[in-house]
């Protein structure tokens, strides 16, 4: 597919046109960001990790009927994805507390819920990012009260989903954000799970240590970020090499798979 102009550049990754107006190429930048860009890095090998992550369970997503974006991984930091026209918000979902969860409530870190906790936040970095509830969705019309319903069950089908994918690999999802979009295919508007779905948007804690797997590794500065993320991706079965995989070695691996 034949990679147009850039349509726009987020903090993690880059969208470009294609020669099919419906359809747009995702780019996985190493870009590492924290506190609305207050923190940056750059991670040699992250964007090839949570591509390979990202594509492994929104391909899965499909095969349990929950609509995204995907269509196929081009090469070790591309995707072929539909283009939506983003809903301006942060679709959270928490099932034990922590992050801003616990800073902005008290509750105790690490306090498992009694049932999941869905959070919106209104996506406007110079804002901060601010939490937002279910009437200010529907008042501003971001969504209807229906196609809330509508993402508010595809949220809870997910965390099912992905709390037993996790689960069965040995990790404990703590918490997740998602963004959903409209597409506009044949000019039938439809809302879809967009985005990526990556340690970079999880919180992952093993489920024996809970050591973190996750982006807090670079937001707290705990190092060994790129190992961490190559656990997570050696469980699920995306690479199997010996574990301490370096930024480099992925990047080689995945150009060699590309060859092959
Ligand atoms: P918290 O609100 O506790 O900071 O984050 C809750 C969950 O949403 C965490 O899994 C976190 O990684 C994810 N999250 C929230 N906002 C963002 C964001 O702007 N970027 C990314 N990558 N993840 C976010």
Redesign the pocket.
Same mark, same amino acid.
């Given at each position: 597919m034949k990679k147009g102009k850039k349509l726009y550049e987020g !903090?993690?990754k880059i969208i470009y046109a294609t020669p099919d107006k419906n359809l747009v190429i995702q780019y996985f930048k190493d870009d590492a960001?924290?506190f609305?860009n207050l923190k940056k890095s750059n991670i040699e090998g992250k964007g090839v990790i949570n591509n390979r992550i990202s594509e492994h369970i929104l391909s899965n997503l499909s095969q349990v009927g929950i609509k995204n974006h995907l269509v196929k991984r081009l090469n070790m930091r591309e995707q072929l994805v539909k283009l939506v026209d983003i809903i301006p918000i942060?679709f959270?979902v928490?099932n034990i507390a922590?992050?801003?969860?616990? !800073?902005r409530l008290g509750i105790e870190d690490g306090t498992v819920l009694e049932r999941p906790l869905i959070?919106y936040?209104l !996506?406007d970095d110079k804002l901060g990012?601010p939490i937002i509830s279910k009437e200010h969705i529907i008042t501003f019309n971001w969504l209807s009260k229906a196609q809330l319903d509508l993402v508010d069950g595809n949220l809870k089908r997910l965390n099912d989903f992905l709390l037993g994918m996790f689960r069965g690999v040995g990790i404990k999802l703590?918490?997740?954000?998602v963004e959903f979009g409209f597409t506009n295919e044949s000019n039938k508007s439809e809302i879809i799970l967009a985005d990526e779905i990556s340690p970079?948007?999880?919180?992952l804690w093993d489920s024996i240590t809970e050591k973190k797997l996750? !982006?807090?590794r670079f937001r707290k500065d705990l190092g060994d970020l790129i190992p961490a993320y190559t656990e997570v991706a050696k469980r699920l079965g995306i690479l199997h090499e010996q574990s301490n995989v370096t930024a480099v070695n992925v990047t080689k691996l995945s150009s060699v798979k590309k060859k092959k």
């Open positions: !903090k993690a960001t924290a609305n942060e959270i928490r922590t992050g801003s969860l616990t !800073k959070e936040c !996506k990012d703590v918490d997740f954000k970079d948007t999880c919180r996750d !982006k807090d």
